[in-house]
């Protein structure tokens, strides 16, 4: 069977005649994407199902590409390296989820519950998290690249040492949260609050700052070229790359 081709994003670009931060529209027509329905049968029964699932396929993975899931109690399930690609999440009870290895691409999680959960590793590639809670979450090495993170909140979230090219975290509450070498070229962080934020040795070139609160955060080696700051706030508290002079653009400082 002749294959379709494929078409490569090109990663942290966007910014030409399409206007900033253009979207990549792929061209080519999806085949349906169908889920094991005994794995989302069993998923849907909640933690302990997924336990007992897990105990008699000890090498398995469940296949849950595109399947509706909204709104379901998955506090504490195992989902290690789930296939959920397209699957609808939105509202769901992810607390405490092991979600590492799980591929998660395109997937609607908006106002789910990820407190402290586990997605090392984790494909979020273009996911919608729109308001979604993921305080205490580990998301370490993770693929994320023009995920929407529009007012979710992100008190202590480890993101350190994730791809979020383009990503959208406007109005997310960032405090004490960790970007610890993250890439972040081309990322939206207009109004985001960021006390106490960790973004030591990030790469954040081409970003959009505008209105945000940068006050109490760490951007100690730090890559902030050709990005917009607009109204942003800093202070005294506010820790920048050396060498770099916050007098020099367009910040607002509200330091005593």
Known sequence: MRKSPVFPLPLGEGWGEGGLRAKYQPTTTRRPILSDPQHVETVRAGADAIARWRAGNPDGEFDLRGADLRGVNLSNADLTGAAMSRASLSDADLSHAN???????????????????????????????????????????????????????????????SNMIEADLRNADLTDALFVSTNMNGADLSRCSMKGADFTRAMIRDSMWIAANMTGANFDQASLHRSDFTLAKWDHTTTFPKGFDPEDIEFLDVGV
């Open 99 to 161: 979600l590492e290895k799980s591929d998660l691409g395109r997937a609607a999680l908006s106002g789910a519950n990820l407190v402290a959960a586990n997605l090392t590793n984790v494909n979020l590639f273009w996911a919608d998290l729109k308001g979604a809670n993921l305080e205490d979450a580990v998301v370490r090495h993770c693929r994320m690249n023009r995920v929407n993170l529009i007012g979710a909140h992100l008190h202590r979230t480890d993101f350190s040492r």
